[in-house]
């Protein structure tokens, strides 16, 4: 493992907070104001999961697919934490920066298919989930953010594809099972920190694993 990249990615979670909290403020300030102690929490989330982005990738490119994807989730996900959504203003940005990385990669290596790959898992995985959603109670800001972090998984490898996908809902599942235990059975389980852990700690132990 390189560690600069690891270091730099830190650094850079915690520099863009201000960058963050303006989707932030924008969904939950009114009734959830944006204190010292919760952008200090923030950061501390950010540089987390800048590292982790950076901790198994053998690219840079997909190192900073994760970066793009991990970081602004840690927004996505203290906003679901509190208003149980995820916001287009950070999804879409995210994919956007997202796809640009994969496209100027893929032009600049003369490598396509990880760009393609990435293109198939998001979508389709959108795709499934999105029908899911219209015979359920799961929420379309959860399919989004599920799409998200699976073409970012593809776009790595289909190990992190699946890694990203199993992780992800296992977590939410034992959440689901934690709060049937404590007798709150009818608090809403919010799916993105779930998903956004799950897709953290599935680099992780890829990278442990190779």
Not at 15 to 28: D, Q
Not at 66 to 73: F, Q
Not at 144 to 159: D, E, H, I, P, T
Not at 172 to 195: E, H, K, Q, T, Y
């Amino acid at each position: 493992m390189q560690w600069t990249p690891v270091a730099l990615g830190a650094l850079g979670g915690v520099l863009a907070v201000p960058l963050l909290l303006p989707g932030i403020r924008a969904t939950v300030e009114r009734v959830w104001p944006v204190t010292a102690p919760r952008v200090v929490v923030l950061g501390v989330a950010a540089g987390i999961a800048g590292a982790v982005a950076f901790i198994g990738p053998a690219s840079i490119a997909a190192g900073l697919v994760w970066w793009l994807a991990l970081v602004p989730g840690v927004a996505a996900a203290a906003v679901d934490l509190h208003e149980h959504r995820i916001p287009n203003r950070i999804l879409v940005p995210t994919l956007a920066a997202m796809a640009a990385v994969m496209l100027v990669a893929a032009i600049a290596t003369g490598s396509w298919w990880p760009l393609g790959r990435a293109m198939l898992a998001g979508a389709g995985v959108f795709a499934l989930f999105y029908l899911f959603a219209m015979f359920t109670g799961l929420g379309y800001g959860d399919v989004k953010l599920v799409g998200v972090l699976s073409a970012a998984g593809g776009y790595q490898s289909l190990q992190a594809l699946a890694s990203t996908l199993t992780l992800g809902w296992l977590l939410a599942g034992l959440l689901g099972l934690l709060l049937l235990a404590v007798r709150r059975r009818d608090d809403p389980l919010p799916l993105g920190p779930s998903l956004m852990a799950g897709a953290g700690l599935g680099i992780v132990l890829l990278a442990a694993a190779g």
